[in-house]
């Protein structure tokens, strides 16, 4: 029997159901977050853009608590995120901080976000300040709300190196003040005065800082003390200009697991914590005179005093790199080491936490969200435009009956996920032979600038390429000698079906994305949770999107002829069969996240070295391409067709990985 496409008023209701169900779900997640990320409204928060030099401009996020004023001002701290992330995933110090009245402007770093590209080449751009040292010139210069003696910076990952530089620049402004006002001629010739004093301490503008993520030596500065050789910043230009120590407060953050840091200091093979790193020892005698001066640190434990700047205090949790900024344990530290460091009094502990509950309301947006797409393509199909769009559904492969059915319908399902991971690895070598310029460090360009995109592309080819070749060769030495036609595929379209399909997936897909900028918009809020977001993004990135979406297509057109040609079979509950579909398309790289932390945990040591940062980028497709074959099947009930759900997936799930990853574009 060949069921016909559902598209009566059942259909129309069930649709107008499930559209009603995603809409309060993304009503509730809007009004939940703003709520709290504006402590109920006790906070002021909204989007600003900052220009800076060379034509190019930062994308911030202000959260101001509303008794900041002129006549009582607050301290100020700037967040910044790492590589490939935004400035919406600084949630823990915009929500936590403000709550305890410090003021924060969360920004994305240039080529990031909606700030502009750079200037500077990318292996430069990862020795500059990304515009930290902008934001903090703006805000002492023009936030009148602001305390400019208690102006503090915090990061991750790239965020922690951007504060080591803008520390950097500001301990040599400070040293150079210094030695300006020890010269003979000064006002007070080699001795300082009070004013030369006061002079030298304007200079330096930033007086706490809390880096996460980061790699230790990106962190000392090239401090100089009896125990240990001079700590310079790996990979730091010759040029280079180093403070002998940071003139902050300072805290640093990283995870005992963290596949970047832990493995990076060994004695006798054997990772140890930060307890025993010379930086981190460094990093504290640098501000201890020398008979307090230490040979191990204590974890967790404060040393020096916010009066002078001189804190110092390590954290080093059991956490791995990305969970660092979705830790209650970091936002506890960083609420407790910024009050500290500001010495300010609070009555909000640290445990006292909301930005967890916010990220959850967010989740309820983002499950809201992809509720919306099925329903929208149905209700779309209704319209004259597209109603030749729903074929009746072709019937269901045969059941699993045979041993040799069985054995090629798991053995294909496995092979595919095992090749999904051995390739993962060779993918990155690939990406940098066919994409030369673009994997060259120090590149920006116009032309596939995104690297991990890039990356992700290879790997998604080589599993289309799999999967089809599975998909037929199954057919022809096994689908076809059990009653298995082509009709069954429900890949026969014409041209006029195929255009017709695409200006709707676009239709579908631009309704979806107007959601997320409206939920901006109005409520500043967009649909996340940890790594994944649904956010929005400027206009030049539905360029790239589009341009990636016709590259990845043939990945998205195989994961349809998989669920919907190829597995879709009789004799399996319809719950059961799109788990196994669902499953198999994540499985290859769940093995490959399961190999390298396994590893992690049991010995410290990452097995992948830095392309773990490709594994990271990768978490977010693990959920985006589990739900991949839900869209397709859903949608090929509509269409009896697989090519509306490869267009919408595609489109979606391209753009959103568009929208997060980084632009190696000029400004």
Known sequence: MREKAKLSVRSKKWALRWLSIGIILILISCVGASVLQTNFYKTQVYTFKVPTSGGKYLSCNMYRPKTASAENKVPLVIATAGTYASKEQMDIPGI??????????????????????????????????????????????????????RIGVTGHSLGGRIISNTLAHYGVAYEKALAQAQEPDSEGGTEITEKEQAYARSQNKVMAAFASGVQTSEISFGVKDDTFAIHGIKGAPEDKEMPQRAYASVAVYNGFNDEFGRGNYQVDGVAYDLSVHPDMISLVNSVLVPEDKVDTIEIDHFYGNAGDHTLRVVYNPPEVHAYERFSTTEAREISDFFTKAFEMENPITPENQLWLLKECFNFLGFIGMFLLLVPLASLFMRLPLFAELATSVPEKLPALKSGRSKLIFWGTWLFSAVASWQFFLPAIGISTALFQVQSKQGTLTWLFPQKMTNFVWVWAIFNAIVGLALFWLSYRFNGSKNGVTPKMWGIKTSGKELLKSLLLAFTVCACFFSVVFLANYFFVADFRIWVLAIKVFKPIHIIYAVTYAVMFFP???????????????????????????????????ALMQFVMYSNVYATGINPYGTACLNCIQTYQLLVLLFIVPYLCRYLFKLTGKVWLGAMISCLTVVTINVANSMLHIPA
């Open 96 to 149: 936590e901080l403000s709550r305890r009245g410090i003021a924060v402007i969360t920004f994305d770093p240039y080529m990031h976000g909606l700030s502009s590209g750079g200037t500077e080449p990318y292996d430069q751009f990862a020795w500059t300040d990304a515009g930290m040292i902008a934001l903090v010139e703006f805000a002492a210069a023009n936030l009148d709300f602001v305390d400019t003696g």
């Open 555 to 589: 990945y998205y057109f195989m994961v349809s002829v998989s669920t919907n040609s190829s597995r879709r079979v009789e004799g399996q509950k319809e719950w059961v069969n799109l788990l196994i579909c669902g499953i198999g398309n994540i499985l290859g790289l």
